[in-house]
């Protein structure tokens, strides 16, 4: 998986949003078209957002929880 930052902002929903590029392999692709097609998203944008949003929720709550232990 190849990851670029492009940087250019577009205005949609009262946010700005940037645009980046990544590549995934076939495979990754399909099952990720799958997951947004078994979910009900509109775009892959959307989904990605989503998945981001909750992948770091998720680091969040370990980093966290691993601040608490003594």
Known sequence: ???S??????NRWDKELQRITIMLDDDLTDE???MIVGQGYRN????IRDFIRASMQQ???KIGEGSHRH
Not at 5 to 10: A, F, L, P, S
């Open 59 to 61: 680091a969040a709550q």
């Open 32 to 34: 990720l078209d799958r």
């Open 5 to 10: 930052i492009v940087r250019h902002r577009v």
């Open 1 to 3: 998986m190849t990851l």
């Open 44 to 47: 892959r944008s959307e989904a």
